[in-house]
């Protein structure tokens, strides 16, 4: 981050986490680069529209067409461009109304495609192209995921077997150079897809385990706090929503891997997050909850 705009310094370094309170507002209000609020502001007064595609009673947008309601018109909710696909992996029982993966869809439309589980693609042959994005027992951080995936595809190439990368396979590239790092950058400025598991965390086990995502790294963000205001009792506060986990993703992966300077572009992902959480919060101050 330039030192020549310490605006932007104290902005980028309050994503960072959702400590407190105080800081959540801020990170959500005030130090994000979104777009204006009016027009959801607006359709809220109005109460719950249609949805134009299957006429359903929604507020702001449709959660299973993937549309905004008649209230809000398309061409007043901002538009994301993101540098890598998105394939979101639904739980067939969790609840659409509920879920933030709809924003990413509504948000980022070129870029997103949803899929109900057990009707998934099959993603043995990108491999080399894709990661998933799931807190588990063998994922690693984005960082760590520069050497694994230098390590296990040298290694294939040497033994013509497959395989995966596990955190055993970290600690075995621990000496590597500085140039082998590089060269795993390399790599992942070659990745084409993330693959994020919109579900329940009690949902995940059988998607997790199905052999079609068996390939791939698995990387886990370990250093963002939830803000979501539905985060499961009993859940680590690092457990993100859908939303929240491809934001975050999109920050790293910019910063980490294109290695550029972060300016706000993905901001916009949370235009639907970050409104909903402000009523939410006002709503809870109201009742004496906060």
Request: aromatic fraction near 8%; charge should be neutral.
């Amino acid at each position: 981050m330039s030192s020549e705009n310490p605006l932007k310094e104290k902005r980028t370094a309050g994503l960072a986490s959702c400590r407190t309170t105080a800081s959540l507002e801020n990170d959500l209000l005030q130090m994000l680069q979104i777009s204006s609020h009016d027009v959801l502001a607006a359709a809220q007064k109005k109460g719950r529209s249609k949805c134009p595609k299957c006429k359903g009673s929604r507020m702001f947008y449709c959660y299973t067409c993937y549309v905004p309601v008649e209230s809000v018109p398309t061409e007043e909710i901002p538009h994301v461009k993101l540098p890598l696909k998105i394939d979101i992996i639904k739980h067939p029982n969790e609840n659409d109304g509920k879920s933030t993966a709809a924003h990413a869809k509504l948000l980022a439309q070129d870029a997103v495609t949803v899929h109900t589980f057990p009707c998934i693609p099959d993603y043995h042959e990108q491999k080399n192209e894709i990661i998933l994005v799931f807190p588990g027992k063998d994922s690693v951080s984005l960082k760590d995921s520069i050497l694994l995936l230098n390590n296990y595809e040298d290694k294939n190439k040497a033994s013509h077997v497959y395989e995966p990368p596990t955190k055993q396979t970290k600690l075995s590239t621990e000496h590597d150079t500085g140039e082998k790092q590089e060269n795993g950058k390399v790599k992942l400025k070659g990745l084409k897809k993330v693959v994020f598991i919109d579900s329940t965390w009690n949902q995940t086990n059988k998607i997790i385990a199905d052999e079609r995502l068996q390939d791939l790294v698995t990387v886990e963000l370990t250093e963002r706090k939830t803000c979501f205001w539905r985060h499961q009792k009993g859940s680590p506060d690092t457990y993100l929503s859908t939303i929240e986990a491809i934001y975050y993703f999109m920050v790293d992966y910019h910063t980490l891997i294109l290695e550029e300077n972060y300016h706000g572009e993905y901001d916009n992902l949370l235009f639907f997050f970050s409104y909903m959480y402000r009523l939410i919060k006002d709503a809870k101050h109201s009742a004496g909850k906060l």
